[in-house]
C-alpha cells in the first residue's frame, strides 16, 4: 500500500486520496548509508546521548550522557548529542540549548550534535521528518505496519476491561486485521488514525551488555505499538530506531528503564532488514532514601549543584563513584580528571544493581578537587585565587576598603582550607568572615599594647613551619605564664585583635590559618589602637 505524507511539519498525517495507487513523489533528504560515502570505519565506536527537552539536565542523565562519553573515548569513537523533540506538547522553552550547556559545564562536547553537525545529520528529530515519511512507507508496503482507527475511548474501555479482570492492559491489535478495502473507506471518510507496527508473536532475546541475556516475550505482553501517532508525529520508538540506524549508531547505553522497549525495538531494526545495535543498560541511580531521581526534583537538576559550588569534575566523580564502571586503580587517583576517567573506564565493572547517592561522598569529590586544581594545576590554582576574591567582594561589597584580598594571603587561606570546606562559597559564610574583613575592634584595655608588640616580636622569631594549631598552643600558654597573664584572658584579647568576633574558631586556629605574617600584621593594628 503507497502512501504520501503531507508536507507541512506541523501536519504529518497521510493523504487518504487514491490510496491504493498513489506513488510517493515528495524527494526525500535521506542521510548517505552507503560504504562509499561513509567516512566511519566499520569498527568505528558511535555512541548517542538523546535527551529530551522536557526538563533541565538532572544526575541521571549526566551520568547516562557521562558513560556513553567515557565508553566512547576509551575506545578512539565518537559521542552524539541528538535531541529527541518529537513529544512536542511538553517541550520546555530554552531546555534544549539548556542541555548542550549543560554537557559542556560538565566537559563532555559532543563530536556531534546540532551545534556542530556532523555527516549524519541533522541533530534535531523535528527536522527528519522527510526520512521518518520514507521508512514508514516501507514497513507499510512490507505488511509490517498498519493504519489504526481505533478512539481514544475504545482504548480506555479496553484498559479498564483489562484491570477488571486482572490482566495487562494492552492493545487487541483489532485494526491489524482490516482488508485494504475497509481502510480505504475509513480513510476516504478522513477518520482519525495513528499507524501501528506488527509485533512478532516469537519470544525476544537479545544480549545486554551489563545484564547478560535478556528473554522476553514482547507479543504476550503488549499491543501493536504505534509508531505514527495520530497528529502525525513519530513516536519515541520509531524515531529513535530510524536515527540509530542513520546515525551509524553502535552502542546503546541508557537507563534500565528502556530494557523493556529494547526488544521492541530490535524488532524494527529487523523489519527494515537493518543490524541493531548492541545495547548496555545502566542500572538506576537512587536518592538517598530509595527513591527514584526525578527530572521534577530540585536537588537533583545540574543548577542545583552548580548553585552549591559543586565543581563539574567534582559531579562526575561522585557518579563514578555511584554504581560501578572503572578500574580499582581509579581509587588511588586523588581528584580523578576526565583523562583518569577514560583510561579506567570498564563497562563489564558496571553494577547490575541500583546505587543510592551519597551526599557525604560528593563533598569529598569536591574537596579532592579542589585540592587537585590548587597542588596539581597553576593555571586552575590562580583560577581558584582568583574565583575566591571575586566572591569576597561579592559577599562585602559594602566594606571594599576593610577587605584583605592579597593574592598570597587568598592561597595561604585555600592551601589551610582545602581539607576542611565542602565548596568554596565556606569561606565567606558565618565564622569565617574573619578571613577577609579586617577587624574593627574594640578597645580592649585587658591586655596592655606594649605586651602585644611583644606577643608580635615573639612571634616573629616563631619558624614558618612551627606555626601550627598545636604549636601555638603551647607557645601561647607558656608566653602568659612568662608575662604572669591569665590565659583566658590572653585568648578573649587575641580573638578581638584578630577577628573581632565572639565566636568563631580557636584563636590558635585562627592565627594558623591566617598565617604567621597576617597575625602579626594584626596583633599590631590592634596594639594601635589601644
Not at 507499510?140 to 484491570?163: I, N
Not at 529494547?262 to 523489519?271: D, E, R, Y
Not at 552548580?306 to 563539574?312: A, D, N, S, V
Not at 581509579?330 to 583523562?339: A, C, E, Y
Request: aromatic share 10%; hydrophobic share 35%; with cysteine.
Amino acid at each position: 500500500m503507497n502512501i504520501l505524507w503531507k508536507s507541512s511539519p506541523k501536519s504529518l498525517l497521510f493523504n487518504p486520496c487514491n490510496i491504493r495507487s498513489l506513488i510517493v513523489t515528495c524527494s526525500i533528504r535521506r542521510p548517505c548509508s552507503s560504504s562509499s560515502c561513509n567516512p566511519e570505519p566499520s569498527d568505528s565506536v558511535r555512541v548517542r546521548f538523546a535527551p529530551s527537552p522536557t526538563g533541565f539536565m538532572h544526575l541521571g542523565g549526566l551520568r547516562t550522557a557521562l558513560f556513553n562519553y567515557l565508553f566512547a573515548k576509551s575506545r578512539g569513537g565518537k559521542f552524539v548529542l541528538r535531541i529527541e523533540d518529537t513529544d512536542q506538547e511538553r517541550l520546555v522553552d530554552g531546555a534544549t540549548e539548556r542541555l548542550y550547556q549543560d554537557l559542556k559545564w560538565a566537559g563532555i562536547v559532543p563530536d556531534e550534535s546540532p551545534w556542530n553537525e556532523g555527516p549524519y545529520g541533522p541533530y534535531v528529530q523535528s527536522q527528519r521528518y522527510d526520512i521518518y515519511k520514507q521508512e514508514v512507507r516501507k514497513l507499510m508496503e512490507d505488511g509490517r505496519a498498519y493504519y489504526c482507527f481505533c478512539s481514544e475511548r475504545r482504548l480506555e474501555l479496553l484498559r479498564k476491561e483489562a484491570v477488571r479482570l486482572r490482566q495487562v492492559p494492552k492493545y487487541d491489535n483489532k485494526c491489524r486485521h482490516l482488508t485494504p478495502g475497509q481502510v480505504a473507506e475509513r480513510l476516504a471518510k478522513n477518520d482519525k488514525f495513528c499507524i501501528r507496527f506488527k509485533l512478532n508473536s516469537k519470544a525476544d532475546e537479545f544480549q545486554d551488555m551489563i545484564y547478560g541475556k535478556i528473554v522476553y516475550f514482547l507479543a504476550q505482553n503488549e499491543g501493536d505499538p504505534v509508531i505514527i501517532k495520530s497528529d502525525g508525529f513519530p513516536t519515541y520508538h520509531f524515531a529513535n530506531v530510524v536515527d540509530d540506524h542513520y546515525m551509524k549508531i553502535t552502542h546503546v547505553l541508557r537507563g534500565v528503564e528502556w530494557q523493556i522497549s529494547t526488544p521492541k525495538h530490535i524488532q524494527m531494526f529487523h523489519a527494515f532488514g537493518w543490524k541493531p545495535p548492541q545495547y548496555a543498560h545502566l542500572p538506576l541511580v537512587m536518592n538517598p532514601n530509595g527513591s527514584k531521581l526525578s527530572k521534577r526534583q530540585g536537588d537533583v537538576q545540574l543548577d542545583h549543584y552548580r548553585r552549591m559550588g559543586i565543581f563539574p569534575q567534582a559531579l562526575l566523580n561522585f557518579i563514578t563513584q555511584s554504581g560501578g564502571g572503572f578500574e580499582r586503580e581509579l581509587v588511588d587517583v586523588i581528584g580523578p580528571q576526565m583523562h583518569d576517567l577514560i583510561k579506567h573506564f570498564d563497562l563489564k565493572k558496571i553494577n547490575a544493581h541500583s546505587s543510592r547517592l551519597n551526599p557525604d561522598l560528593l563533598k569529598q569529590c569536591n574537596r579532592e578537587e579542589i585540592e587537585y586544581q590548587l597542588r596539581h594545576s597553576p593555571e586552575k590554582a590562580d583560577a581558584l585565587v582568583k574565583e575566591v576574591i571575586g566572591m569576597v567582594r561579592a559577599e562585602f561589597a559594602d566594606n571594599l576598603k576593610g577587605l584583605d584580598l592579597d593574592e598570597t594571603h587568598v592561597r595561604e587561606v585555600l592551601e589551610w582550607s582545602v581539607k576542611r570546606i565542602d565548596a568554596l562559597q565556606d569561606l565567606v559564610k558565618g565564622k569565617l568572615s574573619f578571613l577577609w574583613v579586617l577587624p574593627k575592634g574594640t578597645k580592649d584595655k585587658t591586655i596592655d599594647s606594649d605586651i602585644l608588640k611583644v606577643l608580635a616580636n615573639n612571634l616573629a622569631s616563631e619558624e614558618e613551619t612551627a606555626f601550627t594549631k598545636a604549636e601555638l598552643g603551647t607557645f601561647l600558654k607558656a608566653f602568659a605564664e612568662r608575662n604572669h597573664l591569665a590565659f583566658e584572658q590572653l585568648m578573649k584579647s587575641l580573638r578581638n585583635c584578630l577577628s573581632g568576633l565572639k565566636e568563631g574558631p580557636g584563636v590558635a586556629e585562627m592565627m594558623e590559618i591566617l598565617g604567621r605574617d597576617k597575625t602579626i600584621e594584626r596583633i599590631l593594628l590592634a596594639a594601635k589602637r589601644k
